[in-house]
């Protein structure tokens, strides 16, 4: 079974760190891009960032730049993101989603179930 | 970066035919694949249209998803509704460095 397991979320103070993980089983994790995609309590989805197969490419949404770093690691089928200076206005579900390929810029079909993250003081 | 912009909220009766549209504010909607993801009340997004119009196994062929060019603007329809198809629905796309959703539509079936 294809499966996405999101992890390291919680309760976070304004400006702290906190790094999220994503197990992936039932696929060949290193022939595909992965993303995170985070939702605001109440609000619609907001793309993340974004890691090719081979993390030869990646991205960012603007409000998260310099802030957030993505990362892979092919050999243990795992995907993370490093979020530091965390704000307020970072509160949100977050889900690791796989793409269909193994570019960043194509299409998802599989999501996680999400780890929440709330920065409050 | 480009918009996506979706009604914020659609309602039809069961057995009838809904469509979404999802408009794209600047740059060709031909230009990247739409895809259309499906979130019931608290469960995760899937996958319903990617690659504007193409299905995954497991979608009925009551969902379908198009393009128009001239309004530059891509579509969900779905026929025959149920009211299992009552969710939220977002459109996304991308350009060479971003991947963008719409603010998505929440159709209710009543």
């Known amino acids: 079974e294809v499966q996405l397991v999101e992890s390291g979320g919680g309760l976070v103070q304004p400006g702290r760190s906190l790094r999220l993980s994503c197990a992936a089983s039932?696929?060949?994790?290193?022939?595909?891009?992965m993303h995170w995609v985070r939702q605001a309590p109440g609000k619609g989805l907001e793309w993340v960032s974004g890691?090719?197969?081979?993390?030869?490419?990646?991205g960012y949404a603007d409000s998260v730049k310099g802030r957030f770093t993505i990362s892979r690691d092919n050999a243990k089928n795992s995907l993370y993101l490093q979020m530091n200076s965390l704000r307020a206005e970072d509160t949100a579900l977050y889900y690791c989603?796989?793409?269909?390929?193994?570019?960043?810029?194509?299409?998802?079909?599989?999501w996680g179930q999400g780890t929440m993250v709330t920065v409050s003081s | 970066n480009f918009m996506l912009t979706q009604p914020h909220s659609v309602s039809e009766s069961p057995g009838k035919t809904v469509t979404i549209s999802c408009t794209r504010s600047?740059?060709?909607?031909?230009?990247?694949?739409v895809q259309w993801y499906q979130q019931r009340p608290g469960s995760s997004p899937t996958t319903v249209i990617y690659e504007d119009n193409q299905r995954p196994s497991g979608v009925p062929d009551r969902f379908s998803g198009s393009i128009d060019s001239s309004s530059n603007s891509a579509s969900l329809t779905i026929s025959g509704l149920k009211t299992e198809d009552e969710a939220d629905y977002y459109c996304?796309?991308?350009?060479?460095?971003?991947?963008?959703f719409g603010g998505g539509t929440k159709l209710t079936v009543l």
């Open positions: 890691i090719s197969w081979n993390s030869g490419s990646i």
């Open positions: 989603a796989k793409a269909i390929t193994g570019v960043l810029q194509d299409a998802f079909d599989i």
């Open positions: 039932g696929f060949t994790f290193d022939d595909y891009a």
């Open positions: 600047s740059g060709s909607i031909a230009s990247n694949y």
């Open positions: 996304q796309s991308y350009d060479s460095s971003n991947q963008v």
